[in-house]
């Protein structure tokens, strides 16, 4: 798809036109919401890169790679960015649209006897 392709596709979808998406660019999204949301709480912590990397038994170029969309990662590893992360990942998938949150761990909350 060459840009003039491209500002069409997204100047119908703005005056709400159905626009088809093909397989590839629906999951490029799904990859680019992972990677903020990882960004995101990744900088809420004031966490390098580098550091998340060393908490999650990864290395830093595949913090990169996910922050930048560049690559799918696998439940077992969500796992360890979300502990690493000090978060519950949320992942909703509905449709053509996605979202992607970490939130925080509310240890205050867990510490609280029940009656």
């Known amino acids: 798809m060459d840009h003039s392709q491209w500002k069409t596709r997204q100047t119908r979808k703005l005056l709400g036109e159905a626009v088809e998406e093909s397989p590839a660019y629906t999951e490029a999204g799904y990859t680019f919401a992972l990677g903020q949301a990882v960004y995101d709480r ?37 796992t360890r960015l979300a502990k690493a992360l000090d978060a519950s990942l949320t992942i909703d998938l509905d449709g053509d649209t996605s979202a992607f949150s970490f939130t925080a761990h509310d240890y205050c909350a867990r510490q609280r006897p029940t009656r």
Not at 58 to 76: C, F, K, N, R, Y
């Open 42 to 78: 990744r900088t809420e912590l004031g966490l390098s890169q580098t550091e998340l990397a060393r908490r999650a038994g990864m290395t830093q170029p595949q913090i990169s790679h996910i922050e930048g969309g560049d690559s799918v990662p696998t439940l077992a590893l969500l």
